[in-house]
């Protein structure tokens, strides 16, 4: 008796057909906060650390690209408005005088903000807390002190 052969699977069908689907713009805010977040996480670290990393540059300059795109349709009020909002979350979530610093202080007051953060966080005392600006754990780590910048 011949053994018969499994049957082959099948593709995966899209539950939505790419061709058709649309978006309207509460897609494409949300879309927009995503890539507005990218940008701050990458000024976050700037700020915090004041050195830069690569893919986080990269990164940052694909989401100004998509955000330009997502301007195109949407428009510049919408695109105030997001801002104003993603601002806004952030500035809760730094608290107001580490918000001051990082939007309006001079370059000394973000250096000195940024030499007592990372002393800080190399001795240990605040291990973890900086971590969500780090990005979804896709990126690169930031650097360390046994793996310094190569930018």
Known sequence: MVESQPEAPQPLQPAI??????????DLLILARHWMGV??????FLFYYQQSWSSGRRRADHAYDQL???AEVI????MKKAWGEVNSELRQRMGEDVWQIYKYGDAEARKRYSDETYGALLSGEVEGQFAESWGDGGDDPPPSESQPALD
């Open 68 to 70: 330009d795109r997502i």
């Open 75 to 78: 428009g510049g009020d919408a």
């Open 17 to 26: 057909d790419p061709v058709n689907f649309r978006v309207n713009e509460d």
């Open 39 to 44: 940008i701050h996480d990458y000024q976050q």
